[in-house]
């Protein structure tokens, strides 16, 4: 009886200091769905910041433990994923989602609950804001907002592709999207360029014919294209086929290694990095994504901006935690408010509205490479 | 006796005709939808025909993929009265296996490495005839196991159990496919095994150099195109061809119209039916290793969409009838061109399904279809 009651003693302790030394944090990633090669770089950049946490004692003596769901990209298995780690595991931290229809529905759920969400590339302003305009307490993003993207896309198009007209295509039933075709809209006319035409599809679409006749018919000299690299893939391919020349531009969506570079050909758009950056964040970042992660081919592979800006978020993340000095979510987030971060995106601060304050790396598409074009600071 | 049969047959023939009060309602707003459309497109391409001609031959590339996937909705229904809702997945297995035998095996490079001084355009066409015969055979071998898996036990079952289970075959190929060990869920760059190339017609036909553009008011088409119609109007001949002058054929024909009969008559139905789902799938295949060429981007839920629009194809042809799936499925494919061009892109699935339902309203039985036939 003694010795049972010994052995019951020590297994209950082992437990409670097991539970008591480990952070959960909660990933929301959007494994399948439209965007799967979002997800699967997203997951990369956390966990790889995990990792190397981890391997110096975790945070405040405590292990990090990752709890990863997968979101799809849309509000609803968005919305279970978040019930499912506040509710049954109990987390205090999400890094999530990636797209910003599913992190705003996550943001509903989590900023009531007290619990931190740091989407690493939801760029829709209505994240982090309410409908009041006022920030949401515990939510906060490791990139710049839309309005800024789609601003900074018309002033290229406006200044270096000198663009008088601009033809408009964009998704409608996807915030991303409509986000940036306003922001850019704005802008554009604000700087006294005409829009030329303004087409809308759905995300299921695979036959752009009829939209890239009307752009052969309205003669823009840009097109604006904001969406994600799958349906970008199809539209350039039939582009070019169809004997049209006009460069796309388009946001961070386009971003993946699945992009066809190859019909992408003589456009551009906007990023969070670029891996040509000499900072020595930049450079580190590089050699350790190539030895944690290979290609099937063997090559270490290069981290695009979703891993980046999910590293990022992950060590801001895990920054504050140390700076709070508590498993507390409300000091964690009084922590984060003040934080000023180097990151490999660049250097963060937050505004009032818990946005960063960084710069906007542009990139070109050239002989089937992706090449930095120019840096824009805000 | 035969008082009895008599009689029978009489109320059957006068049940059968008489149509409900107001139907002429229906049939006047019909009338007068078609007219207004006729109407709103036929002004649209008097005052810019070059555009029109460019619609109507993109709606004929969709109609002729769309004819191929159709031809086998339409037989499969015609034997077993089956609607076969996983034959839109078999066409995506097509179009991944061509994937990987392009990207990861190189299959359409063996002529060349076969025979080094081949000629070029000979080896590529033997190439991709290799890669799209594969693609046909792995659909093959994939729709008659489905077929004797899934669909063979319930032969004798309510209807409605084998449609549950063919909408359950669909659904597990595709997600079984998006696991990361399989196909994965992302959303594939398809490697072509030829290049496209495309032409416009302006005082003759000229190639589209990639990187210019082609000049304004003028039709453009590819070669993909090109290939599209052929293959689907000599797959259209050749079943023509085997569904009446074969023995198979008559065989299938004969399954089609009473399965016992058929049997007593010593043909192996089983066999039949296999063959059907075989043909079926194979022109699948076929379709889906097009499609991918023509819309490069696949992924595990791409035969949804081309499914359910064939689907609604054969339906509109007359479901059972092999030239009205083709019939069917070009007018689906221009009417989905049309309302690209005319209304607005993401009303194209709105009008695709609304002809479904129209279709069945009016003449269930569609254009070419048999009213159902009385067993004697």
Same mark, same amino acid.
């Given at each position: ?36 090669? #979002? ?46 780690? %506040? ?30 969400? %740091?989407? @690493? ?12 305009? &006022?920030?949401?307490?515990?939510? #906060? =993003? ?136 000499? =900072? ?52 964690? &987030? ?45 | 006796m035969p008082a009895n049969n008599e009689t029978k047959k009489a109320s059957g023939t006068a049940t059968a005709r008489r149509s409900p009060p107001l139907a002429w309602?229906g049939w ?46 339409t037989m499969v229904y015609g034997i077993v009265k089956l609607i076969? /809702? ?9 179009? #991944? ?14 002529? &060349? ?42 032969r004798d079952a309510p209807r409605i159990?084998a449609l ?18 399989? #196909?994965?869920? =992302? ?7 030829? @290049? ?24 453009? /088409? ?18 023509? /061809?085997?569904v009446k002058?074969?023995?198979?054929g008559v065989a299938m024909r004969a399954a089609s119209y009473d399965k016992s009969t058929a049997r007593l008559m010593g043909i192996?139905v089983?066999?039949v039916i ?40 054969a339906v509109l042809g007359g479901i059972g009838s092999i030239p009205g799936a ?21 009303? =194209? ?10 279709v069945l309203l009016v003449k269930p039985t569609g254009l070419f279809g048999e009213p159902a036939q009385e067993k004697a």
């Amino acid at each position: 009886m003694k010795r049972f009651l010994i052995i019951a003693l020590v297994l209950v302790l082992a437990v409670l200091t097991a539970g008591a030394a480990d952070l959960k944090v909660a990933l929301l990633a959007p494994l399948s769905g439209p965007v799967p090669s #979002f997800g699967l770089s997203t997951k990369e950049g956390a966990l790889l910041a995990i990792q190397e946490w981890n391997a110096k004692g975790g945070v405040l003596g405590m292990k990090i433990v990752p709890i990863v769901e997968d979101s799809q990209c849309t509000a609803d298995p968005a919305v279970n994923a978040a019930n499912k780690v %506040i509710n049954q595991d109990g987390v205090h931290y999400i890094i999530g989602e990636v797209c910003s229809g599913a992190s705003i529905p996550v943001s509903e759920i989590a900023n009531p609950a007290k619990v931190i969400e %740091i989407s @690493p590339t939801s760029t829709n302003p209505n994240v982090t804001i309410d409908k009041a305009g &006022k920030a949401k307490d515990y939510i #906060f =993003r490791a990139c710049y907002i839309d309005p800024f993207q789609g601003g900074i896309l018309a002033q290229f198009s406006s200044t270096r592709l000198k663009a008088k007209n601009a033809f408009i295509m964009y998704d409608q039933g996807n915030d991303y999207t409509v986000g940036l075709a306003n922001a850019f809209e704005a802008q554009f006319k604000k700087l006294g360029g005409k829009i030329v035409g303004k087409e809308t599809y759905t995300s299921k679409d695979t036959d752009f014919s009829a939209i890239l006749a009307k752009i052969k018919d309205a003669k823009p000299q840009v097109v604006l294209l904001p969406d994600y690299y799958n349906i970008v893939n199809l539209v350039t391919k039939q582009a070019k086929e169809k004997g049209i020349i006009v460069p796309f531009v388009g946001g961070d969506g386009w971003d993946s290694t699945d992009l066809d570079l190859e019909a992408s050909d003589g456009c551009y758009y906007t990023n969070h990095y670029s891996k040509d950056d000499p =900072r020595k964040e930049v450079q580190n970042l590089l050699k350790a994504y190539a030895a944690a992660y290979q290609d099937d081919a063997g090559n270490g592979k290069v981290p695009d901006a979703l891993a980046v800006l999910a590293y990022d978020a992950t060590n801001l993340l895990l920054t504050a935690v140390k700076a709070a000095g508590s498993d507390n979510s409300t000091k964690v &987030k009084v922590a984060l408010e003040k934080i000023s971060f180097n990151g490999v995106s660049g250097k963060i601060t937050f505004d009032k509205s818990h946005n960063p304050v960084k710069s906007l790396t542009i990139l070109s598409i050239k002989d089937g490479k992706i090449n930095f074009d120019s840096v824009v600071q805000p | 006796m035969p008082a009895n049969n008599e009689t029978k047959k009489a109320s059957g023939t006068a049940t059968a005709r008489r149509s409900p009060p107001l139907a002429w309602v229906g049939w006047a707003f019909l009338i007068l939808l078609a007219l207004g459309t006729i109407y709103y497109i036929g002004s649209k391409a008097w005052v810019n025909p070059t555009l029109f001609l460019q619609n109507f031959l993109d709606g004929l590339k969709l109609g002729f993929v769309y004819a191929l996937i159709a031809l086998g909705y339409t037989m499969v229904y015609g034997i077993v009265k089956l609607i076969n /809702f996983a034959h839109g997945d078999v066409f995506m297995v097509g179009a #991944f296996t061509s994937f990987y035998a392009v990207s990861r095996f190189s299959l359409h490079l063996w002529p &060349k490495a076969a025979f080094p001084g081949i000629d070029p355009t000979l080896s590529t066409l033997i190439g991709t005839l290799t890669v799209v015969l594969l693609s046909m055979g792995v659909c093959v071998i994939l729709a008659v196991t489905i077929e004797r898996v899934a669909y063979k036990p319930l032969r004798d079952a309510p209807r409605i159990a084998a449609l549950i289970t063919a909408i359950g075959v669909s659904f597990f190929l595709e997600f079984f496919g998006a696991l990361p060990f399989v #196909f994965s869920a =992302r959303f594939i760059p398809y490697k072509s095994p030829f @290049p496209t190339t495309a032409w416009f017609i302006k005082d003759g036909i000229h190639p589209i150099v990639s990187g210019t553009a082609s000049p304004d008011n003028t039709i453009s /088409f590819s070669n993909i195109f090109l290939i599209i119609a052929a293959t689907s109007i000599l797959v259209q001949v050749l079943l023509q /061809f085997i569904v009446k002058k074969t023995k198979i054929g008559v065989a299938m024909r004969a399954a089609s119209y009473d399965k016992s009969t058929a049997r007593l008559m010593g043909i192996n139905v089983d066999r039949v039916i296999s063959f059907t789902f075989a043909i079926g799938s194979a022109f699948a295949g076929l379709g889906g290793v097009l499609y991918a060429i023509a819309y490069s981007s696949i992924y595990t839920q791409l035969g949804i969409l081309p499914g359910l629009k064939a689907f609604v194809a054969a339906v509109l042809g007359g479901i059972g009838s092999i030239p009205g799936a083709f019939v069917g499925a070009l007018i689906m494919g221009q009417a989905e061109s049309m309302t690209m061009g005319y209304i607005s892109t993401p009303m =194209r699935d709105a009008v695709a399904f609304t002809i479904l339902i129209i279709v069945l309203l009016v003449k269930p039985t569609g254009l070419f279809g048999e009213p159902a036939q009385e067993k004697a």
